[in-house]
């Protein structure tokens, strides 16, 4: 089997997969998030902010040691909603070629919604009924619907991201219930307007993915520390959002630092995160989702493979 790396340069996180691949499974060696925030005033000022690339090719130093320690003989690294939104994305680009030697693709958001839908769907039966796929991202949010199994019947990248809502909406800490509104409206019209509404009403279950989705899981059943095993495949109830949702609200960053479940460098932006999340949910009328630890890492990394 194949020793695969995968590197995702998101607008939230920075994240690396090491696993070995083959036969449409992936197994695991390593997994490593780092909170890197490249998405910080991309909204604002259509740049990528020099202390933003600073956080990620930080994490990329160490990357490269792991990569190169356990002998992965492929290494594929993709950037998604900040660098695609960023006029000096090329550059960052030629950076990460220039120092390790990472030949980074620029996921278009059909390319990153397909890789999603591949990696969270890839370990299931196919067929069935069609299910949607929910990444929210700090720049982006996608959403995916299709059987597993199958080329996804519909999917589509919104502007719906945790960086880029809290940096548009929330003007103060702990956020005032004015702000939380806007923010919730703008998501609730993107989503109106990206996916189509016999579509949502159509859809009867849902698979969530990524840091907002899998730290409410964790928070929901106080996990300390985080275990993947216990969030892969947790059915996360709506009710149980919305609980969350009220008591991270409430709280100043510092003290979200402190939740349960929470990765502290999670706590500037999990609010709009989980705003997003429940306004998904609501759009597409699913009590619950299903909290999922593949993602585009895994899909990246069995599409890596002949």
């Not at 702000?179 to 307007?193: F, N």
């Not at 997003?276 to 585009?296: K, N, Q």
Request: proline share 5%.
């Amino acid at each position: 089997m194949p020793r695969v790396a995968v590197i995702d340069m998101g607008s939230n996180s920075t994240r690396l997969l090491v696993a070995d691949v083959g036969d449409g499974t992936v197994q695991e060696l390593t997994r490593e998030t780092r909170i890197t925030r490249l998405a910080q005033g991309v909204d604002s000022t259509g740049r990528l902010a020099d202390e933003a690339v600073d956080r990620v090719l930080a994490a990329l130093a160490d990357y490269r040691a792991e990569i190169d320690r356990l002998g992965a003989s492929r290494v594929t690294a993709v950037a998604t909603s900040a660098v695609r939104d960023a006029e000096n994305g090329p550059e960052f680009l030629a950076t990460l070629r220039e120092r390790f030697g990472f030949e980074a693709q620029i996921l278009s958001g059909d390319e990153e919604a397909r890789l999603t839908f591949l990696g969270a769907t890839a370990a299931r039966p196919a067929g069935g009924d069609p299910a949607l796929v929910l990444d929210i991202g700090g720049g982006s949010t996608e959403f995916v619907v299709g059987v597993p199994g199958s080329v996804p019947e519909f999917h589509v990248s919104t502007q719906a991201g945790s960086v880029r809502q809290t940096e548009r909406h929330v003007t103060a800490d702990p956020p005032p219930r004015e702000d939380l509104q806007a923010l919730a409206l703008e998501v609730s019209e993107i989503i109106a307007a990206a996916v189509p509404a016999d579509l949502r009403r159509s859809t009867t279950s849902g698979i969530a993915v990524a840091g907002t989705a899998t730290s409410v899981a964790a928070i929901d059943q106080e996990l300390d520390p985080y275990d993947p095993e216990r969030v892969h495949g947790y059915e996360l109830q709506l009710a149980a959002c919305e609980r969350i949702l009220a008591l991270l609200a409430e709280l100043p960053e510092d003290e979200r630092r402190q939740v349960t479940g929470l990765h502290p460098d999670r706590a500037p932006t999990i609010v709009a995160g989980v705003v997003i999340l429940i306004e998904a949910m609501r759009a597409f009328g699913l009590e619950a989702m299903e909290t999922s630890e593949a993602d585009i890492l895994h899909g990246a990394a069995l599409s890596s493979i002949p």
